[in-house]
């Protein structure tokens, strides 16, 4: 048996935790992604139907099969939550997400096309890593990437859930508040999400959510 100097074990154990991290990362990376994810998206004031279909390239038709609570496509209320379907895509073998195209306003910034438009889904970090332009020189009108992020679940923490929604916190919100308005026990809420702080009032969290079909019967 070889005994190593402290230091030198200090200094293999150091470098097998660094190996480790790298295998646990190139893990991570995903192969494929899933037909249907959700984003949940949080109504402000003065947005409508339209406005949130052309956001994310999705048929009004289509968002409402969803939202069976919204009686009224022309008529949303304020401070509400829609569920968007999208498609959850393998991203360059990295990750999961959608790339939406924007076109940008006068005056918009990549903090506010995440806060205000998208709600949060995404933030102004990962529109600058997904587009060219300088912060402070976006040009207006012009087409940009928005990328969220989604989940196609972990079969080790439950075989029942297949579709998940992509939920950007708010402030207020916490465990309890999230389980009670998903219909989700909180201990599988912690197990999908098992580094996020739930009443952080921001950040993206996963959340099991429903078929078309069953949110009409």
């Known amino acids: 048996m070889i005994l190593l100097p402290k230091r030198n074990l200090a ?11 790298l295998i646990l990362k190139t893990q991570a990376k995903c192969n494929t992604g899933c037909h249907l994810a959700i984003a949940s998206y949080y109504v402000r004031q003065g947005t409508n139907l339209s406005y949130i279909s052309d956001l994310f390239s999705q048929q009004v038709p289509e968002i409402l099969k969803y939202n069976p609570k919204v009686t009224n496509k022309d008529s949303i209320n304020t401070g509400i939550r829609l569920n968007v379907p999208f498609s959850c895509d393998c991203l360059n073998g990295d990750f999961l997400g959608h790339t939406f195209t924007y076109i940008t306003q006068f005056g918009d910034t990549y903090d506010s096309i995440a806060k205000f438009p998208y709600s949060n889904l ?11 332009y300088q912060p402070t020189r976006i040009p207006d009108y012009v087409p940009i990437n928005v990328t969220v992020n989604c989940s196609c679940g972990d079969r080790d923490v439950s075989k ?10 708010r402030p207020g919100e916490d465990l309890s508040s999230v389980a009670a308005e998903s219909g989700v026990p909180a201990h599988l809420l912690e197990l999908y999400n098992p580094e996020s702080n ?11 959510a429903k ?3 069953h949110y009409n019967k």
């Open 160 to 169: 029942d859930y297949a579709l998940f929604a992509t939920y950007p916190l």
């Open 211 to 213: 078929e078309a079909f």
């Open 122 to 132: 995404t933030n102004k970090d990962w529109l600058q890593r997904v587009n060219s």
């Open 198 to 208: 739930f009443s952080a009032g921001n950040g993206l969290v996963f959340v099991p």
């Open 11 to 21: 200094i293999t154990l150091f470098s097998f935790h660094i190996f480790l991290s």
